[in-house]
């Protein structure tokens, strides 16, 4: 008979027999935390203070520093945490909270990432209809509307998880608590979570990057079309962040779900790259190619 149980806890042992290298981990996870929410922050009060920038690319910039503020927030405490207490001990309602927040978070992103792609596409495509596209009513309600998906999709994961059974070890060795970490575990085949996972990926990865690229497509056929090179370098100059930012956060995710799960050393080491420090450096690349965004920052320093 197979032993199926609900674990009470989770054992998270990412840097297991890595004693001697501690001290330098968690200095490393501790700067890139503080550097991202310094980083982000300043560009939160840098939008909100200056009048010019309310403007909905902004916004959208600025919510994107906020996801990827709480992006951080959600993985790095707790594992600061655990590295200098040395508990590695989870309770599964923390478990579970934490895979809640991270899903949470990563929905948000994928939402954020595709409508700045749609904000770029109405500002080139159809610039005539812009401020009525996207009016401050709009924008509010697509606020709202990237968090309310993001918290139904993660409640009715976590929902259809909590159903799972553990036969197999309950020792995780990552950083925090993600879905592929709890398959491990997993020695049941539920259905229902088949399903919503498949659903999660279809709807918040895979459609929102095919509409990235539609709108690209299209950005793209307007620009080639422009007839003064500055006008063509003028538009691209305000696309190309983006589409630094949507080609790593993609490429590190589509990378590190395709490891092998027993490579415990590169998933661990892919995860940090997409929960870390993407998060930390997105509103970096932004600072450097936007004028608007640098000149405001040096004005007020």
């Not at 922050?41 to 010019?52: D, F």
């Not at 989870?90 to 991270?102: E, M, W």
């Not at 895979?206 to 006008?231: A, D, G, H, N, R």
Request: glycine content about 2%; overall charge neutral; aromatic content about 16%.
């Amino acid at each position: 008979m197979k032993n199926e149980t609900s674990p009470k806890y989770f054992y998270l042992l990412p840097f297991s027999g890595e004693t001697r290298s501690k001290p330098f981990i968690t200095a490393f996870f501790f700067l890139i935390y503080v550097v991202g929410v310094l980083i982000n922050s300043s560009i939160i009060t840098v939008i909100c203070l200056e009048v010019q920038l309310h403007k909905p690319m902004y916004l959208f910039i600025c919510n994107l520093s906020f996801v990827d503020i709480f992006y951080t927030s959600v993985t790095v405490p707790k594992l600061l945490h655990m590295l200098l207490s040395g508990n590695h001990i989870v309770s599964s309602a923390q478990y579970y909270t934490q895979l809640f927040f991270f899903l949470s978070v990563t929905a948000a992103e994928d939402i954020v990432l595709f409508v700045m792609a749609y904000d770029r596409y109405v500002a080139i495509c159809d610039p005539f209809h812009y401020h009525q596209i996207l009016s401050y009513r709009n924008c509010s309600l697509i606020t709202i509307g990237i968090w309310m998906v993001a918290f139904l999709n993660s409640v009715m994961f976590v929902t259809s998880a909590l159903n799972m059974s553990s036969c197999h070890s309950d020792v995780i060795h990552q950083f925090f608590c993600d879905p592929k970490s709890l398959t491990k575990t997993n020695c049941t085949t539920l259905q229902l979570f088949i399903v919503v996972t498949f659903i999660e990926v279809l709807m918040l990865g895979f459609f929102p990057l095919m509409c990235t690229f539609i709108s690209y497509f299209q950005i793209f056929s307007v620009i080639s079309k422009m007839k003064t090179k500055e006008s063509r370098k003028k538009s691209f100059s305000t696309c190309s962040s983006h589409i630094t930012i949507i080609t790593m956060y993609y490429g590190a995710g589509v990378i590190g779900y395709f490891i092998p799960m027993y490579s415990e050393v590169l998933d661990v080491i892919f995860n940090t790259i997409y929960s870390n420090i993407i998060p930390m450096i997105n509103n970096v690349i932004y600072s450097l190619q936007n004028s608007n965004i640098q000149s405001t920052l040096l004005r007020l320093v």
